[in-house]
């Protein structure tokens, strides 16, 4: 779980890692006892994983962008992730890091983007930090507390986890549907 959250925030084929869902998962386990860790070590652990994942994409995007960028479009990396990122960034500033961190896609390109465009690390550390306080304590949280307040919530899991997916992944469609729809007009 550590490595999937890390890969997850810091490696930009690692995009598609279920980040929201394996958070909840994580913290209903912790509630029901499956995971042997407490509340306190789970959200330490995480936090560190998704703060230190963040800080190698941000080195990996000040030190490969320039070539990253040069790649061609492929079944695993395209253009437009960097841009939606990008556009995330230069809309939100340092807001994007604690939005971003919520949405999958956005959560990995983020920090590579910081990166390429060169960010003083100071900020970026500070909003980086910011996003993980928000992200890793929610997303545990709401898992941890549901099955605590619901023990029977485990048996349905993977409706629940399924339901996650498919939420977390609505601002994500909804944002490719605006810049396909964007990218036919300027074509036109």
Not at 130 to 144: A, D, E, N, T
Not at 170 to 175: D, F, L
Request: glycine content about 6%; hydrophobic content about 50%; proline content about 5%.
């Amino acid at each position: 779980m550590i490595f999937i959250v890390f890969a997850e925030t810091g490696l930009f084929f690692c995009f598609f890692f279920p980040g929201d869902s394996l958070l909840f998962t994580a913290g209903l386990l912790c509630g029901t006892s499956f995971l042997p860790y407490s509340y306190p070590v789970l959200l330490t652990a995480v936090f560190m994983a998704a703060t230190i994942g963040s800080v190698f994409g941000y080195f990996s995007g000040k030190f490969l962008g320039t070539w990253l960028q040069r790649q061609p479009n492929s079944w695993l990396y395209r253009r437009e992730y960097i841009d939606i990122a990008r556009e995330y960034h230069s809309k939100y500033k340092g807001m994007a890091f604690v939005i971003g961190r919520f949405l999958p896609i956005v959560r990995t390109f983020v920090p590579i983007l910081s990166g390429i465009i060169r960010l003083p690390f100071a900020s970026f550390m500070f909003w980086n930090v910011i996003g993980c306080l928000f992200w890793v304590p929610s997303m545990i949280s709401i898992g941890y507390f549901l099955a605590a307040r619901f023990p029977e919530v485990q048996q349905h899991l993977e409706k629940v986890v399924i339901f996650l997916v498919v939420i977390t992944s609505i601002p994500v469609i909804v944002t490719f549907r605006k810049e396909r729809k964007k990218k036919k007009e300027n074509t036109n």
